[in-house]
């Protein structure tokens, strides 16, 4: 019922109570005369009844108010839980900025203990730096009246939340005067570290990119320089009339090759450690054969330089070991050649010796490569070993190379579990360490005397050879490499056709390139092994030759059933030694 009806009927029930009042109190004076006491009875009895409707009616308007004040008590309690529980934090603010209710979300993002019994400003929990950015944003509430947001760090003290978004709004009186700020809390300190690692993946993303564009640059220059190598001699090669100017450019050409070959391998060592897919062998070896044979191996580069070059092997460490010949062999190379290039004067030492190790099975050997080279500026010792990471980059650099020999070098270290480091001084030289844990071996260096000879030239027995080969070129140089050799050579384009020629003649080895048309090497090689037709010569030494050369190619075409593996391009030194162990039966 509305307010003014109300007002109105309580008006009406106060006159008639008064004038019941006068009517039942009024004195007699003349005395009861019939007509006016009946009069008089009338007019109570008729206020009596207006009375009784009155009440009833305002019964009824009692009972609706109580009604509506339990109804207010109900939402009161329900916008209290919600308030106290909500998700997000709700804090009110007295005129004077203190604090005079806060719910329980809030008082979990602000580090509180327990709500506080006397107001207090909010600014204690915040960081000093945004004191004014909190401030400014009430004082803009207030003055636009519309509802400001501003995002404010914690202070290092209130964990766990260290960031807030906070939405402030100014609550007014009928003056239009601020009585309160009621603010929301919301913790985003999750969303703010998830921008910074956000920033901090783009940093890297750009940085990679950056790498990728100078690697790029980089292999541009590395493989064109060969390849311009190569053209250039042949070139040369095709105008010169003199046999000695053709042989020398003919030398120029295969040196070319050799670094452009080189430069591929490093590549694909780089994919293999990063793939985690390179394996470490473990043969015995002679190191004090593999020390003197890099001393071989680097005199003639060194003395070009007029450098001189030094093997020191403490006469303590023993001869034989078990270990991956071939990669100690690539680090160390990568090492001497490194100090080689990057030394203009003085000399190069290579020092052997070894260490105690905690393993009572394996010696801890240790390797110093030490030059009097330009040394590396500090800046760069902490990236030296990254790929494509060199000392001096850029246009004017004075030293070619990809900048993968010392990343190759360090994986390759760490997988044989040992560890590497430099110790380096600008413009006085540096050296690198390299220590390892190998297993001495107990043996005898197999006398491969009486066949190591014939291996390598491979010209003890008469072969026929069967060449599968699809590519032109690739058809040319191995015919006329195996018939250097002294042998003869069939020469096919697909595996079928090794299949036919097989099915009329006998021939001592085939050399089978994997990707061929029709059908692939791998597919020959199974039905040689396996079909009842070929059972006579199922037992033929198969050689892959092909460009496959990534991780796990050579034990996959191994596993089809082939005997060895050379990778193209094919070097005549491998030929020969491939083809010497078919003369001599030793596959």
Request: hydrophobic residues 40%; aromatic residues 6%; proline residues 4%.
């Amino acid at each position: 019922m509305p307010a003014s009806t109300t007002d109105g009927k309580s008006a009406r029930f106060s006159a008639l109570r008064r004038q019941a009042a006068e009517l039942i109190g009024r004195p007699e004076k003349a005395g009861p005369s019939l007509p006016s006491f009946v009069d008089k009875g009338v007019d109570i009895l008729d206020l009596i009844t207006e009375l009784d409707v009155y009440q009833a009616e305002l019964e009824i308007q009692n009972q609706e108010l109580q009604e509506a004040n339990e109804n207010l008590d109900v939402l009161f309690r329900e916008y209290t839980d919600l308030y106290d529980n909500a998700p997000c934090g709700y804090v009110t603010l007295n005129a004077e900025g203190g604090i005079t209710k806060i719910n329980e979300a809030a008082i979990r993002i602000l580090g509180m203990t327990r709500k506080q019994d006397v107001p207090e400003p909010l600014t204690p929990f915040l960081h000093p730096q945004y004191y004014g950015p909190y401030h400014d944003a009430l004082s803009q509430a207030g003055q636009q009246g519309a509802v400001q947001h501003v995002v404010l760090r914690l202070s290092d003290t209130r964990p766990p939340a260290s960031w807030i978004r906070v939405d402030a709004v100014a609550k007014r009186n009928q003056t239009k005067e601020v009585k309160a700020w009621r603010l929301s809390l919301t913790d985003i300190t999750e969303l703010k570290n998830a921008e910074a690692e956000l920033r901090k993946a783009k940093l890297l993303a750009d940085e990679a990119n950056k790498t990728k564009s100078l690697f790029l640059a980089n292999m541009s220059h590395e493989i064109r320089t060969p390849l311009n190598g190569i053209m250039g001699m042949l070139q040369l090669i095709k105008m010169a009339e003199d046999d000695e100017i053709r042989n020398e450019y003919a030398n120029y050409g295969i040196g070319s090759c050799k670094r452009l070959t080189c430069l591929i391998g490093d590549i694909l060592d780089l994919s293999k450690v990063e793939s985690g897919r390179l394996e470490i062998q473990s043969t015995p070896f002679n190191i004090h054969d593999l020390l003197h044979s890099l001393e071989e191996l680097f005199r003639d580069i060194a003395k070009q330089k007029e450098l001189g070059l030094f093997v020191n092997i403490d006469p303590r460490l023993p001869q034989d070991f078990l270990g991956d010949t071939y990669r100690i062999q690539q680090v160390l190379s990568n090492l001497l050649g490194n100090a080689i290039k990057f030394t203009e004067s003085g000399s190069i030492t290579l020092e052997a010796t070894y260490l105690l190790s905690q393993h009572h099975d394996r010696k801890c050997v240790l390797f110093f490569v030490t030059d009097t080279g330009s040394g590396i500026p500090d800046d760069k010792l902490q990236t030296l070993f990254e790929p494509f990471v060199q000392a001096s980059e850029g246009l004017t650099r004075r030293h070619q190379g990809a900048g993968l020999g010392l990343a190759i070098s360090k994986n390759l270290v760490s997988l044989m579990d040992g560890n590497m480091c430099v110790a380096s001084e600008e413009g006085a030289g540096s050296t690198f360490h390299v220590c390892l844990p190998l297993t001495p071996a107990e043996f005898t260096a197999q006398c491969d005397s009486g066949t190591s000879s014939t291996q390598a030239d491979g010209q003890c027995r008469h072969l026929k050879v069967l060449l599968a080969e699809d590519e032109t070129s690739n058809q040319i140089v191995g015919v006329k490499l195996i018939k250097a050799q002294g042998h003869d050579v069939t020469l096919v384009e697909n595996g079928e056709r090794v299949l036919e020629e097989m099915r009329r003649d006998a021939f001592d080895c085939i050399l089978m390139d994997i990707q061929m048309p029709v059908m692939d090497g791998v597919e020959a090689t199974s039905a040689i092994r396996s079909d009842y037709e070929f059972r006579k010569q199922a037992s033929i030494p198969i050689i892959a030759l092909t460009a496959y050369a990534m991780a796990g190619d050579r034990d996959k075409f191994i596993a089809a059933g082939m005997n060895d593996y050379l990778a193209k391009p094919l070097h005549v030194t491998s030929l020969k030694v491939v083809l010497g162990k078919v003369a001599n039966k030793l596959y």
